[in-house]
C-alpha cells in the first residue's frame, strides 16, 4: 500500500511541477509567525499596563508559540522545512529558542513516535503516568476517573514541564518512556544548553527585571502557560488520543505487528477539520494528521492535496480513513476516551 501511496505522490509533484518542501509559502509563514512571536512578547513585557492589554497580548503570544511548533520547527525537524538540510536544521532548531531540544524531538518524536504510533510501550506520547491514563498498559487509578475534568489543568505545565524537566530527565535516564534514547553529544549537547539559558533569558529573567515578582505576573504566567499547553496538547491528542484512534500492545517476544507500516499509520492516526484552511494553516497541517503521518518528509502547505489521495487509495483497498469532522468532534472523541480509559 505504501509503495502505491508514494508512487501517486510522486505524481503529484511531477504533474504539479512543485516541490515536496514548502517554498515561499513557508518562508512567508515563517516571517509572519516570528513577527506575530516577537511583537506579542515586547507589547506585552515592555508596554502593556492594563489586564485589558496583558490578557489579549498574553494570548497571542501562547498561540504565537505554539504556531512554531507546529509550521517551523515540526517540518525543520523532520527535514520537510526546505530542501536544504542546513535550513531543516535552523528551522527545527526554533525549539531550542522557545525553550525545547531539536534533538530530543527528533530522538522521542521521529524515531520512536513515527516508527510505533499508539504502541504501547513504545510511543511515549500515550505513557503519561501516573497522572493520565492514556492506554490500557498504564495502571488504572482511582483518580484517572476524573481524568476527563483535570487533564486540561494538567496540559498547562506541559510546556514549562518540557522545558525544565523532560528533556534533561532524558539525558539522565536514557530512556523515552521504556524506549532508549542515545544522549545528545557535541553540537547537539551545546545546542541543548545553549537553547535552555536563551529561553530561560526571555522567559523569566527580562520579564522578572522589567516588572519584578507580583501575583500580575505570576497570573500572566499561567495564562500563557495555559493557553500555549492546552493549545499544543489539544492539537496531538485529537489525532491520536481518542475513541477513534487503536491502541497496540507491544508484540510478544518472536511476534510482528499485524498492520503494515502504512495500515499502522491509518489505524491510529485521525484527522480532524481539513476542510478549514484557517485550522489548516494554525496547525501546520497537524489537522491532516494522517498524511503528516505516511509523508512525514513532505512540508505541510501539501497535506490537502496529498488527503486526496491517500482517501482514494484507502476507499479502493477498503482501508477505513478515520476523519472526525470538525474541532468539537475530535474534542468530544478526545473526551470520551479519557472517560474510557478513567473507568475501565
Not at 492594563?50 to 508559540?65: G, M, N, R, S
Not at 524531538?105 to 500515550?126: F, M, R, S, V
Amino acid at each position: 500500500m505504501m509503495a502505491e501511496l508514494r508512487t501517486r505522490a510522486s505524481e503529484y509533484f511531477e504533474s504539479s511541477g512543485r516541490s515536496r518542501d514548502g517554498g515561499w509559502r513557508i518562508i512567508l509563514k515563517t516571517f509572519v509567525i516570528f513577527a506575530w512571536t516577537v511583537g506579542s512578547y515586547v507589547a506585552l513585557v515592555f508596554f502593556a499596563s492594563t489586564w485589558w492589554q496583558v490578557v489579549p497580548l498574553a494570548i497571542a503570544l501562547a498561540l504565537a508559540l505554539a504556531a512554531i511548533g507546529f509550521s517551523i520547527q515540526h517540518d525543520g525537524g523532520h527535514g520537510a522545512f526546505s530542501r536544504s538540510r542546513r535550513v531543516s536544521a535552523w528551522a527545527a532548531a526554533s525549539l531550542d529558542l522557545i525553550g525545547g531540544s531539536s534533538y530530543m524531538w527528533n530522538q522521542k518524536h521521529n524515531i520512536l513516535h513515527h516508527t510505533y504510533p499508539n504502541i504501547e510501550g513504545a510511543d511515549d506520547d500515550i505513557s503519561q503516568a501516573p497522572w493520565l491514563r492514556l492506554c490500557r498498559a498504564d495502571e488504572l487509578r482511582p483518580r484517572h476517573r476524573y481524568q476527563h475534568i483535570y487533564s486540561w489543568l494538567l496540559y498547562t505545565v506541559v510546556p514549562a514541564k518540557w522545558m525544565l524537566v523532560d528533556d534533561f530527565k532524558r539525558i539522565r535516564t536514557q530512556k523515552a518512556g521504556a524506549r532508549y534514547v542515545p544522549p545528545p553529544t557535541g553540537r547537539a549537547l551545546k545546542l541543548l544548553f545553549l537553547g535552555k539559558a536563551f529561553a530561560v533569558t526571555w522567559w523569566f529573567i527580562i520579564p522578572l527585571a522589567v516588572h519584578g515578582l507580583s501575583l500580575a505576573l505570576v497570573a500572566t504566567y499561567l495564562l500563557v502557560f495555559f493557553v500555549w499547553g492546552n493549545t499544543l496538547s489539544m492539537t496531538f491528542q485529537l489525532a491520536h488520543c481518542n475513541d477513534a484512534a487503536e491502541f497496540t500492545p507491544w508484540p510478544r517476544k518472536g511476534a510482528s505487528l499485524s498492520h503494515c507500516f502504512a495500515e499502522q499509520q491509518l489505524a491510529t492516526t485521525v484527522n480532524f477539520s481539513r476542510g478549514n484552511p484557517l485550522v489548516t494553516w494554525y496547525t501546520g497541517g497537524l489537522n491532516h494528521q494522517i498524511e503528516h503521518h505516511l509523508f512525514p518528509r513532505i512540508c505541510h502547505v501539501h497535506y490537502p492535496a496529498l488527503a486526496k489521495i491517500v482517501r482514494e487509495v484507502c476507499e479502493r483497498r477498503g482501508v477505513k480513513y478515520r476523519d472526525h469532522g470538525g474541532v468539537v468532534a475530535a474534542l468530544r472523541s478526545h473526551v470520551v476516551h479519557l472517560r474510557r480509559m478513567g473507568t475501565s
